[in-house]
């Protein structure tokens, strides 16, 4: 059974910083691509950016360039989400999603899902 289970979200001052954890089980995630949604209240899920061992990082929102990436431990099967310089737009429920092939922006191409964490960027 694959299990991805995402952490670290919270609140956050703007421009703050955050660390988001995406650890999977029974899926390793060096295989295909792992990318990071996102979905705000009342908005659609959007894909914030993804890496692959084929292409490395794809960026899928020009507003976070520059200060998102994306980190890999292949020792512990996890990936971070490093989100640096926060916004107030970047308040959304990050997702962490995977599959075995390359990345896409599009959502329903993924097989597997984390939960969800919720980051709030407020003063």
């Known amino acids: 059974q694959v299990q991805l289970v995402e952490s670290g979200g919270g609140l956050v001052q703007p421009g703050g910083s955050l660390r988001l954890s995406c650890a999977a089980s029974?899926?390793?995630?060096?295989?295909?691509?792992i990318g990071w949604f996102r979905q705000a209240p009342g908005k659609e899920r959007e894909a914030v950016l993804c890496?692959?061992?084929?292409?490395?990082?794809?960026y899928y929102l020009d507003s976070v360039k520059g200060r998102f990436t994306i980190s890999r431990d292949s020792a512990k099967n996890t990936v971070y989400l490093q989100m640096d310089s926060l916004k107030p737009e970047d308040t959304a429920v990050y997702f962490c999603?995977?599959?075995?092939?390359?990345?896409?922006?599009?959502?329903?191409?993924?097989?597997?899902w984390g939960q969800g964490t919720q980051v709030t960027v407020s003063s």
């Open positions: 999603a995977t599959r075995n092939t390359y990345c896409s922006i599009t959502y329903s191409l993924y097989l597997y």
């Open positions: 029974g899926w390793t995630l060096d295989n295909g691509a």
């Open positions: 890496m692959s061992n084929r292409v490395g990082l794809s």
